[in-house]
Nanobody
Framework: VQLQASGGGLVQAGGSLRLSCATSGRTFSNYALGWFRQAPGKERDFVAALRWSGDTTDYADSVKGRFTISRDSAKNTLYLQMNSLKSEDTAVYYC?????????????????????WGQGTQVTVSS
């Protein structure tokens, strides 16, 4: 599985950005896609994730109500719409792929549970 993230940039606080993640390679019948971010000197943190069907999503509390994760299955592309951006959202954003260990609405939030990663795209929010 290959992942290619894009769409990062410099934006003022309160502004918006949309990240994209193009996926390619082997197909699976049950998988999850997600976004993580990593600020300098900090760990890679969970941002949002969704199941392959698109009917189950999960968000970190810090972005809930501001960010929206979605996918276009026809284009094999994952998106992260980021609104009302804050300076603390500044980080490198990574998209990721995994096969969840459990069914239902469960989605892993720890980075070690995700198997494939994109290269990252920088988001900088100026205050």
């Amino acid at each position: 599985v290959q992942l290619q993230a894009s769409g990062g940039g410099l934006v003022q606080a309160g502004g918006s950005l949309r990240l994209s993640c193009a996926t390619s390679g082997r197909t699976f019948s049950n998988y999850a896609l997600g976004w993580f971010r990593q600020a300098p000197g900090k760990e890679r943190d969970f941002v949002a994730a969704l199941r392959w069907s698109g009917d189950t999503t999960d968000y970190a509390d810090s972005v809930k109500g501001r960010f929206t994760i979605s996918r276009d299955s026809a284009k094999n592309t994952l998106y992260l719409q980021m609104n009302s951006l804050k300076s603390e959202d500044t980080a490198v954003y990574y998209c990721a792929f995994t096969i969840p260990l459990y069914g239902g609405g469960w989605l892993p939030r720890d980075a070690v549970s995700w198997d494939y990663w994109g290269q990252g795209t920088q988001v900088t929010v100026s205050s």
